[in-house]
């Protein structure tokens, strides 16, 4: 049973773990350093304007998201989950639970690597359409950003 809360600042080593453990499948592809080298201290500084969430599963952190709104845009980053708790709908349910969250959003903005099958396969499942490229960003990334809008139905009718 997955249960999605806000974190709170005891679970920050966790979310930081799981980070790391996720985005060191990029190792050999990306410069993942960004990601994984993140300290207790930087997390704290991001909690201070940006919502976080955790997914647990029995009691046990596997997942988290961080999300914050600029001007009616929620900007959704570092979705991560433990590698032993992937392709199980948690990265679903957590990006489901900030659309539920983020009342005063009338946009959904997410960025993941240009090569990565799976993550665009993940935003396309959820409603996400691409919307821009932004080649050779940072670390040299090549970035493919999606977005969603809300009311979700009228929408994507129109996509
Ligand atoms: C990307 C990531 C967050 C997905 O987490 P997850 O919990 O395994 O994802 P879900 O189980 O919710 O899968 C949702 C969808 O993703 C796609 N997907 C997930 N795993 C997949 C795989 N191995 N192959 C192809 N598609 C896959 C599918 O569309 C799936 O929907 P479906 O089950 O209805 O077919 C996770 O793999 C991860 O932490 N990766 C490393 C960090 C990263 O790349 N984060 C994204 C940065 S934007």
Redesign the pocket.
Known sequence: MIKIRRATERDFPDILK??RE??S??LNVYEASA?MTETLEGIRQDATDKAILV?ESEGTVV?S?RFWNVAGVCV????????A???????????TEIERLATGAHKFY????LR????I??????GYRPESLLPNHYHQLDLICFAKYRPFDSHSALI
Do not use: D
Not at 76 to 83: A, C, D, F, K, Q
Not at 85 to 95: E, F, R
Not at 110 to 113: F, H
């Open positions: 799981i980070q996720a985005f499948e990029y990601w997914a997942g998201v959704i980053r570092l979705l991560s989950v433990s590698p708790h992937q392709g199980h709908g948690i990265a679903k349910a957590l990006m997410v960025c993941t690597m990565t099958p799976r993550n396969g993940l935003f396309l499942s959820l």
